[in-house]
């Protein structure tokens, strides 16, 4: 049973950081992808950012340059550190995670990822 657990929300002003953290349980891949997604009030789901194992990152436009998806060692915990935070980033954050490879489309098709965690709410005030 894969289990996928996000921590590391709050409130912060526009200018801050924030890093949330993705701790996945059952799952121990040799090769994996993973994603941070966002869903602000009223707004659908988006992709954010993705990671292949060893592999390359893809970033939505409009977090390209403030947003940093990575990954520890071991393979079991997922970041997100975001600096600059605006406004608009304010949305509650799910981590997603499959086996295999990123298809380079991964951001665009929630329906493919088939383990996400509960969220975590990002509060950024002006």
């Known amino acids: 049973q894969v289990q996928l657990v996000e921590s590391g929300g709050g409130s912060v002003q526009a200018g801050g950081s924030l890093t949330l953290s993705c701790s996945a349980f059952?799952?121990?891949?040799?090769?994996?992808?993973m994603g941070w997604f966002r869903q602000a009030p009223g707004k659908e789901r988006e992709g954010v950012a993705s990671?292949?194992?060893?592999?390359?990152?893809t970033y939505a436009d409009f977090v390209k340059g403030r947003f940093t998806i990575s990954q520890d060692n071991a393979r079991v915990t997922l970041y997100l550190q975001m600096n600059n935070l605006k406004p608009e980033d304010t949305a509650v954050y799910y981590c997603?995670?499959?086996?295999?490879?990123?298809?380079?489309?991964?951001?665009?098709?929630?329906?493919?990822?088939?383990?996400w965690g509960q969220g975590t709410q990002v509060t950024v005030s002006s």
């Open positions: 990671l292949q194992t060893e592999g390359p990152t």
């Open positions: 059952g799952y121990s891949p040799s090769s994996d992808c």
């Open positions: 997603a995670a499959m086996y295999g490879s990123c298809p380079t489309w991964a951001l665009l098709h929630l329906n493919i990822w088939p383990y």
